[in-house]
């Protein structure tokens, strides 16, 4: 529901889910379905990708297709509904700016690029696994400073640096 | 001439006049049915439940107090029965218990304060389940923690333990497994004594993470003079510190201490320890004296120092101390949104441990039985890859032992569809989300499968059913309405990425949104929605087992196999042909679509193959479409 004409500033935060198996960010964060966006994630996009294994041969509902998710650590600007404000509130996103925290009803308490970063070493810390490959496969190493941290965009799909898994530049 | 011996009833010395007659009645032969839908619990068990994990699969169990005996009363298990009982008591169950791995139990804790002079009732909510704590008029703060734990003494159902020290009391999970994270923990104070109070305490693994980085950090840069950060070390300003924080009491004690060594340290120049005084990144709050305003002070003092360490304008710094870095998260209130009834609730913290099901999966893969629909309390991507591993395994062509999942999970939606569009995308599951539910994620799966049970094992009319708006007896969702996803934007969103929303009724009930499978990606990127409804899943694998019911019995029937026999050729009895096949097979199916499970009559195909000497045969069909959506208009004539 559009609470005002407002817009919002946020980031996602790639860490709101458990690490992957393989120590990768799988989160994805929902764009609310009653605006038109125009894509389905906020900061993230879905990779499929396909596991031919042996085991579903024949199976009816065909090979076993595995999600692989790119992110884009960069604010984004959505509007203002119940939906971004619930997720910033719980941690999926974080905002970007005090005006944007303030609409959202949480306290501003730093830059999202570095909440970003805190979260990651959380996240890879709770990963039990190698944590050196973990960041290594979530890319991590690229993020830039929090000193130089981007300032917002009004379209990150055309404007933002990619600076997660995916390299390709695709939005 | 040779006389066929019918009866054999008079014995060689009986000559009495009468005859003996037999019956003989004709037993109608035909393919056997489908194997019953059982269903099968996995979860840990309790330290006096008598079943062996990996190793028993028992059942089918009858009773509560026989499922208490082998699991344990409060185990995870053993509530994932009770769970499942208050759906139907006519299911058959059966159990496995797994290891639980080794962590640390998830806690939460409060604090008893205030003064108070009339009796009253303190209710505390864990699990969704209330237990009543009794305070008298004169009691102190310690009396009524001492009171909380003889309550809970009471309670041999409850999932956790609680222990008294002084006024506090700490809550903890009797399983050692990061789902205790999930546990909130409400009270409410409407029938306590005016006076009385609560206070829900921060996670303190949380509190003592950053105050006891902010420690090691602090001291560190307050000696770095390599690089030129500092002129001199600093050696007065953490000279206080003492050891690492391990309580909340030593914590708050702690964060204090560094907030004025930091602020020492911060304006300190002489010894040339700076080349001036740092005066923007000032810390403003006052000195702790809860464990509330000691996270507020920790998450101050992180920002603060962060910014100090690498400032170098006005030379306060020679050079940025890029080192000592405080990367933990900032600490949290753990609170959560709840009711009236009992404002914000906390949440559990600091669970970790993940059991593994890799034993239990190789138990039920050696199994005889066919377990069609399991619930498992793992909801880890590890577990479920092997899960997922162990469903296509059965699922195979030449095993054909199917298994339907059912996961639950109360996180937020982000971290829901991780799992069930990431992590699974898979028609064999479904993820019901629930977020911030109060009942356990585990015991939901439960309740909502025996729901399934009872309805698919009803063959063949049972297999494409609908669960949309169906009651989950006993499930307690958010406190918050709020956090429930009764919006139509969530139910969209979430449906759309594999999860299955769970909403409450105008009644206050729980109910399904819809029960969707996890399945919603293509390979090439594209939604796929095609097994959208958990009916999908179950008429294939069942008409695939029927399908291979019949042709065991058309086999029985016919033991040799050949082409169709041509125009004018005699027909052999006993040889099966492609043809003969498919109109057996036809009829065999013919009562489906009467049943509502296909759309019209299927369409069966034989060939027969003259190099491996097989009937190869295609069974087509459409399922009937369940009823979900509609459209119209309502005109309002003049």
Redo the contacts between chains.
Sequence with gaps: MRLSKTMLTVMVNPFCAPLGEDGRAMALVAHDPGEQIGRDYVGARVLPVVVDNKARAGNPFGPSVKAAVSYRVAPEKVPHTTHYAAQIKSGETFPCDVETARAAGVAFVGPALERVQGAASHAVRSFGGSVADAWAKQGLEAFVPVESAPAPQQDIADQTPDLGADKDGDA | MTTTQLVSAFTTDDFVPCIAIGAEIAVQSRPSENTPIRLLLVALKGSAGTMTENVDIIGPVLSEAACNVAAGAPSELARGFRASRAMSKDVETYLLAVPAGSGTAATASILIGGTWSTPGTLVIWIDGEPVRVEVGAADATTDVATAIVDAWDLEAESAVTVAADSSTNTFTCRDVTTRGNSKILYVDRSAAPSGLTVSLLPPLGELLTIVNELRTDLLAHFALTAGSVHGGADSTSGASFGSAATSYATAIALVNLLRTGYAAHRVLTSGSVHGAADSTNIVLLSAATTAAEAVLLA?DLK?KY?AHR?LTTASVHGAADTTNVT????ATDGAVAGDSDTGNGVSFAGGTGTESVALALAKIAADPRHFKRICFSAI???NL?LI??FS??Q???MIQKPSAVVLAHS?????A???S???L???GFSVLWARSAETPAFEIACAHMTDRVTVERNSPAGWNQSYSGKVLKGVRLARSV?LRAN????Q??AL??GLTPLASNDAGETVIVRAAST?C?????SA?Y??LDVAE?TT?MEV?ERSGNIWRFFRSQNPKVRDDFAVGEVVVSGVATPIGLSRYMSQGMADLPGEGVFESPCLVRGTYNRTTKRIQWTLSYTRAALHEQSEGIVQSLA
């Design positions: 998450n920002a962060n690498i990367a933990a998260t900032d880890d991507a590890t890859g997922e591993t296509d395994e699922s195979a062509a996180g937020t939606q982000s971290a569809q991780a799992i569009k990431t992590q995308n898979h028609e709020d919006d139509h934007a969530t969209k969103s759309k990425n399945k990606l293509n390979g090439d990127g796929n095609g097994a899943f294939v695939c």
